[in-house]
C-alpha cells in the first residue's frame, strides 16, 4: 500500500487520479486498459484506480468530501462516519476546548471534524502511510496539522483536549482479531486514564473522549465517566467514554439511536438504580430494543412505564400484550408461537405458504444460516414472515411474526438474515 501511495502523492499521479470517472466495478479493467494504452505506468494506473475505488466506498462516509480524499483500506473500514464524528466534535466546542490533539488520528475523519468548527487541531498517527494520507486529507483546514507519533509519548500541555481511537485489532494468523480485554488496547485504556487525569486540573480528569469496544465490559469502565453507545442506523457502532468536563453531567451510560426519524438518546443517571423488567409469557407484541439500548444496559430504562416483559431472564427481547412506539424498540406482531423442531416449523411453514423469511435469534445455537438452508424456504411459498429463535422461559423457541406496519419498510423482506447479537 505505501507504494500505491507514494504513486498518486506525485504529481502526475495526483492529477491522473482527480482526472478519473467516477468508478466503476464493471468498468474498471477497460479503463485501466485505456489508460496503460495512453502511456500511463501500469503500477500507477493500478494505484489511481485502487483510490478511486476507495473513494467510491467512502462516499457512504464521508459523502462529498470522499471525492478528493485518499485512503488506505484499513483506515477507511475503521473511520469513524463523518456525521459521527461531527457529534464527537461537538462536544468538544460546547465545552470550550479550542485545542484537541487527535492520537491515533487513522484517515483523519474526526480531525476533520474538529477542525471544521475552528478547532486547532494537532493530528497523530504512528504509521508514517497514515500520516502522509491524513496530511492529505487536512489540507482544506488551516487549523490542522499532522504528525507522526505515538498516543504514549504526547505531552498532555500541547493541546487542551484530547481524542484518542486505540488500536481494538491485533494480528492472528494472517488476519486480526478484535481485542475485548480493554488493556490490550493500543494505548490501553490505563494509559487513556492517566492521559484524561494529567490534562486536567486539581486531581479531576480533563476533558478527553475515547473510543471502546462496544462490547467493553461496564466493570471495566472508569469512575466519574460517561460512556455512551451509538447505534447508526441499526448498527452499534462504537462506545465512546467521556472524560471531564466532556461527560453529561451525573450521567455514567447513555445510548445515542440514529436512524431515519432523527437522534434519539437514553441516558442512566448516577445513582439511577432502575430494575430489569420481569419475565413473562409472550403478549401480542414483541420488541426488540436498538443495540446500543442493549450494550449499555438500559433495557429497564426502555420497559419502565410501558408494562413490558422479557420472554427469559437472559434474554434481551421484551414483549407485552400493547403495541409501543419507541425509537429504541424495533416492534413485531406475534402471530404464532411454538416449541422449536425442525419437522414441526417446516409444516408450519408449508400449511402457512411462508417462504419469505426473515430468520433473528438471541439465545439459541443455531444460526440462521443453518436453519435456513435446512427448511429451504422458498418452496413453501410467497408469504413472508418473520422467524424469532429463542428462548421462552428457558426452553428453546419459535416466535413467527409480522413487523409493525411503520417499520416494515425499514426490514429488507427477502432472503435476508441477522447474526446473533448479545443476549
Known amino acids: 500500500m505505501v507504494a500505491e501511495l507514494e504513486q498518486v502523492l506525485q504529481p502526475a499521479g495526483w492529477d491522473l487520479l482527480n482526472s478519473l470517472p467516477p468508478y466503476e466495478e464493471s468498468g474498471a479493467l477497460a479503463l485501466g486498459a485505456r489508460l496503460r494504452g495512453a502511456g500511463h505506468a501500469p503500477e500507477l494506473v493500478a494505484a489511481a484506480l485502487t483510490q478511486s475505488r476507495l473513494r467510491a466506498r467512502a462516499a457512504d462516509k464521508f459523502g ?17 462516519r463523518l456525521p459521527v464524528a461531527a457529534l464527537h466534535a461537538r462536544r468538544f466546542r460546547d465545552a470550550g476546548v479550542a485545542s484537541v490533539a487527535d492520537l491515533g488520528c487513522g484517515i483523519g475523519g474526526d480531525a476533520m471534524a474538529n477542525a471544521a468548527l475552528g478547532t486547532e487541531v494537532l493530528a497523530v498517527d504512528r504509521d508514517a502511510a497514515t500520516v502522509a494520507v491524513a496530511t492529505v486529507n487536512l489540507r482544506p483546514f488551516p487549523t490542522a496539522s499532522v504528525r507522526l507519533g505515538r498516543a504514549e509519548d504526547h505531552d498532555p500541555s500541547a493541546t487542551e483536549g484530547i481524542w484518542l481511537d486505540p488500536a481494538r485489532r491485533a494480528p492472528a494468523r494472517g488476519r486480526t482479531r478484535r481485542l475485548h480485554d480493554p488493556e490490550e488496547y493500543e494505548p490501553p485504556l490505563s494509559t487513556v486514564h492517566d492521559l484524561a487525569r494529567r490534562i486536567g486540573r486539581d486531581g479531576q480528569a480533563g476533558p478527553l473522549g475515547a473510543k471502546l469496544g462496544p462490547g467493553i465490559d461496564h466493570a471495566a469502565l472508569p469512575e466519574g465517566t ?14 465512546t467514554c467521556w472524560f471531564g468536563p466532556l461527560a453529561a453531567d451525573g450521567v455514567r451510560r447513555s ?6 426519524d432523527g437522534a434519539h438518546a437514553l441516558r442512566e443517571r448516577t445513582g439511577e438504580e432502575v430494575p430489569d423488567p420481569d419475565s413473562g409469557p409472550v403478549g401480542a407484541h414483541l420488541y426488540e430494543p436498538d443495540g446500543a439500548v442493549i450494550r449499555a444496559g438500559l433495557i429497564g430504562q426502555v420497559a419502565a412505564g410501558m408494562d413490558a416483559r422479557t420472554l427469559d431472564p437472559s434474554i434481551a427481547y421484551l414483549t407485552a400484550d400493547q403495541r409501543i412506539r419507541s425509537p429504541f424498540l424495533q416492534g413485531y406482531a406475534v402471530r404464532d408461537v411454538f416449541g422449536f423442531s425442525l419437522k414441526r416449523l417446516a409444516a408450519y411453514l408449508r400449511e402457512h405458504r411462508i417462504g419469505v423469511l426473515e430468520i433473528k435469534k438471541r439465545g439459541t445455537a443455531i444460526t440462521p444460516e443453518e436453519l435456513r ?20 422461559a428457558g426452553e428453546q423457541s419459535v416466535i413467527v411474526a409480522s413487523p409493525h406496519t411503520e417499520q416494515a419498510e425499514h426490514t429488507e423482506q427477502t432472503e435476508h438474515t441477522d447474526g446473533d447479537g448479545p443476549a
Open 226 to 239: 460517561e460512556t455512551q453507545w451509538l447505534s447508526w442506523h441499526g448498527q452499534v457502532l462504537e462506545a
Open 373 to 392: 438452508r435446512s427448511l429451504r424456504p422458498r418452496r413453501f411459498g410467497d408469504e413472508k414472515a418473520t422467524l424469532i429463535l429463542t428462548r421462552i
Open 255 to 260: 445510548a445515542l439511536v440514529i436512524g431515519r
Open 64 to 80: 462529498e468530501f470522499a471525492a478528493t480524499m485518499l485512503f488506505t483500506p484499513h483506515g477507511l473500514e475503521q473511520a469513524t
